[in-house]
T-cell receptor
Framework: DGGITQSPKYLFRKEGQNVTLSCEQN?????MYWYRQDPGQGLRLIYY???????QKGDIAEGYSVSREKKESFPLTVTSAQKNPTAFYLC??????????????FGNGTRLTVT | EDKVVQSPLSLVVHEGDTVTLNCSYE??????LLWYKQEKKAPTFLFML??SGIEKKSGRLSSILDKKELFSILNITATQTGDSAVYLC?????????????WGAGTKLIIKP
């Protein structure tokens, strides 16, 4: 079955450490996205990638970094510069970023806790 | 500034009740409005609405868009405990080549048996 796999499901880190969240899709989608979800707020876009080897900052990119070396993979690194990293992180994909009639497909998320 | 506002923020009803969730928006260059259901993990797609007045239906769920008054409603009839979830509304704006998704904060729906 095609889908998006995020790992790990839960992640605990000490303040000051970088951490990388994995996102893999086998839907053959060109576009991939990282969102952050906090209680009482809408999803906020961190980074997105429309094609391999290219990505753009979203609304809250500070303290995060990404890479898109393969079509299937879009890992997100939460750096020590991110002031409030504890959150639920969702990865999503769509056939391409211009297909506005196609909804996003989401992974099951990674809950990151930094203490 | 583009914004999407959902109401209520949370709702508790009994099984069998009918509920109506609201999503209002103020955006430039509206393209479509989407509803998702999130049960603790991945949001799953429910409906995409682009035209006013055309009801989309899937089983006990239905949704309609009013582009004049800038809102959409999601109706769930004969609710079941499995309908308990956060319902998210998002609006697509911008050009085809580089659209944006503006998300509401969600409505948390709890169905009591």
């Amino acid at each position: 079955d095609g889908g998006i796999t995020q790992s790990p499901k839960y992640l605990f880190r000490k303040e000051g450490q970088n951490v990388t969240l994995s996102c893999e899709q086998n839907l053959n989608h060109d576009a991939m996205y990282w969102y952050r979800q906090d209680p009482g707020q809408g999803l906020r876009l961190i980074y997105y990638s429309q094609i391999v080897n290219d990505f753009q900052k979203g609304d809250i990119a500070e303290g995060y970094s990404v890479s898109r070396e393969k079509k299937e993979s879009f890992p997100l690194t939460v750096t020590s510069a991110q002031k409030n990293p504890t959150a639920f992180y969702l990865c999503a994909s769509s056939p391409d970023s211009s297909s506005y009639n196609s909804p996003l497909h989401f992974g099951n998320g990674t809950r990151l806790t930094v203490t | 500034e583009d914004k999407v506002v959902q109401s209520p923020l949370s709702l508790v009803v009994h099984e069998g009740d009918t509920v109506t969730l609201n999503c209002s928006y103020e955006v430039t260059n509206f393209r479509s409005l989407l509803w998702y259901k999130q049960e603790k993990k991945a949001p799953t797609f429910l409906f995409m609405l682009t035209s006013s007045g055309i009801e989309k239906k899937s089983g006990r769920l239905s949704s309609i868009l009013d582009k004049k008054e800038l809102f959409s409603i999601l109706n769930i009839t004969a609710t079941q405990t499995g309908d308990s979830a956060v319902y998210l509304c998002a609006v697509k704006t911008g050009p085809d080549s580089n659209y944006q998704l503006i998300w509401g904060a969600g409505t948390k729906l709890i169905i009591k048996p």
